[in-house]
């Protein structure tokens, strides 16, 4: 078994708690090595981030937004998160139980029994260009918010006509990407064994309440206008700018995100928040 761990960068306290993992993972007999940045920061040598797609566990030291970046490059590997964050929705380990959290886990995939879960990733996509894969959410928006700024469109789902106007833009967001920047737009929550997306309008000057649709719903927003131009961001990175008028589909891809070890209590999560 091959396990790679990833520690969030410039984290002195995540570094060390990912080389006391690598030793205990070492100890009980897998494969085991850190990214890099990691292993720098601890005086030893690692490997690309990339490699964790080669693995058969990836670890995310850190807040969800380590996990996210360990996500992004494990491919198909489960990602184990442990949190060193605020909330956790994706990092359900505490610092105190890393260790036996992670040995845990190695001692299931050699009896086969690892717990992991699938939790659906996103894609944008025009003629042509396709983006990277989201788990959180993607957002289609003006080159620039406010006044001034933001996209004319119009916003359709399975085909059908929803909405339309001008707003800052349109996100589309996942279950696990419910709590994150389409909470921050007063979008809904979507509990994370429900199959939904979120459809969420930003700052529109008309438009339509946030809407649940179905996990696999083709959610089309189409940028109006000669001279329109419009960014399309996948989890708030990899900006893709394009020119109107364009229609950009947002849908469900693979592989979906897959997470290992101990769920996290979603309620108590959103507990922290307030």
């Known amino acids: 078994m091959q396990v790679g761990i990833v520690a969030r960068k410039g984290n002195q306290r995540a570094v060390s708690l990912a080389d006391a993992i690598r030793e205990a993972v070492a100890d009980a007999g897998a494969t085991v090595w850190l990214d890099e940045a990691t292993a720098e920061a601890v005086g030893t040598d690692g490997r690309p981030v990339d490699a964790l797609s080669e693995c058969d566990l990836?670890?995310?030291?850190?807040?969800?937004?380590?996990?996210?970046?360990?996500?992004?490059?494990?491919?198909?590997?489960?990602?184990?998160?442990?949190?060193?964050?605020?909330?956790?929705?994706?990092?359900?380990?505490?610092?105190?139980?890393?260790?036996?959290?992670?040995?845990?886990?190695?001692?299931?995939?050699?009896?086969?029994?690892?717990?992991?879960?699938?939790?659906?990733?996103?894609?944008?996509?025009?003629?042509?260009?396709?983006?990277?894969?989201?788990?959180?959410?993607?957002?289609?928006?003006?080159?620039?918010?406010?006044?001034?700024?933001g996209i004319n469109y119009e916003l359709r789902v399975n085909g059908a006509l929803y909405s339309g106007g001008h707003a800052d833009g349109v996100l589309v967001a996942t279950p696990t990407g419910s709590t994150a920047y389409n909470l921050s737009e007063g979008g809904t929550l979507v509990h994370p064994t429900v199959e939904a997306l979120v459809v969420n309008e930003m700052c529109p000057t008309d438009g339509m309440p946030p809407l649940a649709v179905d996990v696999d719903a083709t959610v089309s927003v189409t940028v109006t206008g000669a001279d329109a131009e419009a960014v399309v961001v996948s989890d708030g990175r990899n900006p893709h700018e394009l020119s109107g008028p364009v229609e950009v589909v947002v849908e469900r891809t693979e592989p979906a995100m897959r997470i290992a070890g101990p769920e996290s209590d979603f309620f108590e999560a959103l507990g922290k928040l307030s």
Not at 73 to 92: D, I, K, Q, R, Y
């Open 58 to 149: 990836a670890v995310a030291v850190g807040g969800d937004g380590t996990f996210l970046f360990a996500a992004r490059n494990a491919g198909s590997t489960p990602v184990l998160g442990v949190n060193l964050g605020e909330v956790g929705f994706l990092n359900a380990v505490p610092p105190e139980r890393a260790e036996e959290a992670v040995v845990a886990e190695v001692e299931k995939f050699q009896q086969s029994a690892m717990n992991v879960r699938e939790a659906p990733r996103l894609a944008a996509r025009t003629d042509g260009w396709e983006s990277v894969p989201a788990a959180n959410e993607v957002v289609i928006q003006g080159s620039r918010r406010g006044n001034g700024g």
